[in-house]
Every structure is written in C-alpha cells, then in structure tokens.
C-alpha cells in the first residue's frame, strides 16, 4: 500500500507522540529499590488502622510494605537515618517540636493532611466531670479523686512530654502529681477499672478512637496552651523522608491522595481493638467503601506499571 506524504507526516507524529506517552508513563514507575515501602507505626491504632489500609493496597500493587513499630522520637529519627520512608501520624500540633527538628536538617516532607477534625487532650469520665471537674483547673483542687496521677501513653510520645512539662511547672496545682507512662491499651485498662469502680481518672484522650464509644468520656477545658485551642483541635500528616517522592513518584501519587476521616477510622479502630488484623480490617472497609479507591488510586499503577485501580479491586474480590 502507498502512503502519502501527509500520511507518512501524520504517522511520524503519531508515532512520535506514542513514545512520548510510553516515557511518561515509564518515568512515572517506580523503580526496584521503591519495592519496599518502610513505615512507622508507634503503637497508636490509629495509625496502626491507617498502615493496614495502606498495607492492603501497596500490596495489591504490587509493593512491598514493611511496617515497623517504632516510639514517636525513634520513628523520626530513623526518617531523619533515611531508614523509615513514609509516617503516616503526624499529629499536629502536638509533635511540632520533632517537625522543627527535622525540618531544620531539610530531612522531610509533607505529602498530605491525611486527617482532619481531630482532637487530643486530657479527659475524665462524665461521672467524674459531673461533681464539677470539668476543666485542667479543677484538677489540682482534687488530688484524692485521682490519687494525683495522670495516665498517659507510651514513653517518649509528646503528648507525655507536655503533661511532665506542666507538671514540673506546678500548672494547675500538679505540682506533687505523677504522670504513669504505659501503652495505650494499658491506660484504657486502667481507665476501664476506674469507671467501673466509681473512682476518679484523668487521662490522655482523643479522636479517632472507639474509646469515645467504649466510655461515656468528657474532654477537660483549659488545656490550650499546652495542647492547643478546641480541645487539643489536631490535623495528621503523611510525612516522608526527603527525596522519597521523587524517587518513587507512583507510590508517592498514593500516598499525596490518600486520605481519612474520624467515623472511617473509628470503625477501624474498633474492629482492631476488638481482635482483628489490621489488614483483615482494613480489607473488610475497602470493600464495603470501594469508592475511596477512585480517589487514592487515580493516576496510581502497580508496580509494573499496569492499572492500580482494577488491581485493587481485583485483589479485594471487587
């Protein structure tokens, strides 16, 4: 068959512009030290929730996810070693301090407000806040309900820190009070034996987390200058280690767009707390919310380059 000049023209540039397609498209894959994808999980379930809804769908692409349970300050550090790539908890503004550190060594960046409307101060049971005990104030007025002490999380999280700083500063009349460091089921055990008993305890409280329906709970006024205004009012990021997204742009695409919300990680949460994998949870979520999937993956391919979005589903039975 004869092609015409203008034809021939015409399948140059078609030609010309299928190579330019297939550049854009390798160059927007990832390559193999991307595989693995390292993350740090502190121990919070929260962020537990949200690494297994990551780690169901980084593995349905293909990916290698590698999740690692690291305290907040270690965690960040190893962000700042080059040994964690992706954090998907950064709670502000209660971790600024570790933000500033690390921003000031050039050592992250931020890839997405993946959570807003939540909130992370001290709380007492509603009984307890019912004989007047309402605000960070009333505390000090009422050391035999507590036994003066305050039930924090694990040690190193900041949210500790702030609480030893008001402390050792004798704000509110705490002066002589103790802070108990522990895990967060541990506190929640605790704060379990205390209601159920009738007694007094205050403790380190926030949203997302299936405790605002497990306990009848107030959240204490008067906290903002050491956990800020609305009640310790907080926004998370996803943060990765500098130089991350630009080497492994697709998975980079993922973690730009994924995004949460109080309710999804409640009902997460509760389903971890009560035995389930994070993944099995995550999993079960995903299929009955598959249209989260449209946003996270749009423009997102496997590894090898196919499209992310029918691989999800595909992978989840959808």
Not at 6 to 11: A, D, I, P, S, V
Not at 16 to 36: R, V
Not at 165 to 191: H, N, P, R, T
Not at 212 to 238: I, W
Request: glycine share 12%.
């Amino acid at each position: 068959m004869r092609v015409s000049s203008g034809n021939r023209r015409t399948l140059g540039g078609l030609a010309a512009l299928g190579l330019l397609l297939l550049s854009t498209a390798a160059s927007a894959q990832d390559g193999e030290s991307c595989k693995t994808i390292r993350l740090s999980d502190p121990g919070w379930t929260d962020i537990t929730a949200t690494n297994g809804v990551a780690t169901v769908i980084l593995e349905a692409l293909g990916y290698q996810p590698d999740v690692k349970t690291l305290s907040v300050p270690i965690g960040y550090q190893s962000m700042k070693n080059g040994e964690i790539d992706v954090f998907l908890g950064n709670w502000m503004p209660a971790q600024q301090a570790f933000i500033d550190d690390l921003n000031s060594t050039k050592a992250i960046e931020v890839m997405a407000k993946n959570l807003e409307g939540a909130k992370f101060t001290l709380a007492v049971p509603t009984a307890t806040a019912e004989k007047g005990i309402k605000d960070f104030a009333d505390l000090g007025k009422n050391p035999d309900e507590f036994e003066s002490k305050i039930y924090g999380i694990e040690p190193g999280a900041p949210a500790n820190a702030n609480i030893q700083k008001m402390i050792d500063a004798g704000e509110f009349g705490l002066k002589d009070w103790e802070l108990v460091e522990s895990g967060e089921q541990a506190m929640l055990a605790q704060v379990e034996r205390a209601s159920k008993e009738g007694k007094g305890v205050v403790f380190l409280a926030w949203a997302p987390h299936p405790m605002n329906e497990r306990f009848d709970l107030t959240y204490l006024s008067g906290g903002d200058a050491y956990f800020g205004p609305n009640f310790g009012g907080a926004e998370v990021y996803t943060l990765a280690r500098t130089g991350w997204s630009g080497d492994c742009p697709n998975a980079a695409t993922l973690f730009k767009q994924m995004t949460f919300d109080v309710s999804m990680e409640n009902v997460l949460m509760g389903e971890i707390l009560g035995g389930k994998d994070s993944t099995e949870a995550a999993s079960t979520w995903l299929k009955a919310n598959p249209a989260a999937l449209d946003t996270w993956l749009n423009g997102v391919t496997t590894f090898d380059g196919q499209p992310g979005d029918a691989a999800v589903k595909s992978a989840l039975g959808l």
